[in-house]
Nanobody
Framework: QAQLVVSGGGLVSPGGPLSLSCIAP????????MGWYRQAPGKQREVVAM???????NNEDSVKGRFTVAGDYTKNAVNLKMNLLRPEDTAIYFC???????WGQGTQVTVSS
């Protein structure tokens, strides 16, 4: 496991875009799943989007058509492009690589006018 390095996040108006990036500090990780989770206040952490070595992706229903996950397994890097953001997307977003699980430090995404 390793502490993944996350960049991006912040405050955005409803309907706006935002991007998150994540990279592992070591090439020693051999993940078979990379992606993003989020946790809103008072709610459990949930899967947002995952990408597999095949290139296949799996997005949570509420973000389909709005969020795009991309990853490079040769570099242990994964990104999340978010469009048409809604207030209900407000949460702390966590990068994930595994198994075994490695996590990023969490970055706040706030969608508000």
């Amino acid at each position: 496991q390793a502490q993944l390095v996350v960049s991006g996040g912040g405050l955005v108006s409803p309907g706006g875009p935002l991007s998150l990036s994540c990279i592992a500090p070591t090439r020693d990780l051999k993940p078979t799943i990379m992606g993003w989770y989020r946790q809103a206040p008072g709610k459990q952490r949930e899967v947002v989007a995952m990408i597999f070595p095949s290139g296949n992706t799996n997005n949570e229903d509420s973000v389909k058509g709005r969020f795009t996950v991309a990853g490079d397994y040769t570099k242990n890097a994964v990104n999340l492009k978010m469009n048409l953001l809604r207030p209900e997307d407000t949460a702390i977003y966590f990068c994930y690589m595994g198994p075994p699980a490695s996590w990023g430090q969490g970055t706040q995404v706030t969608v508000s006018s």
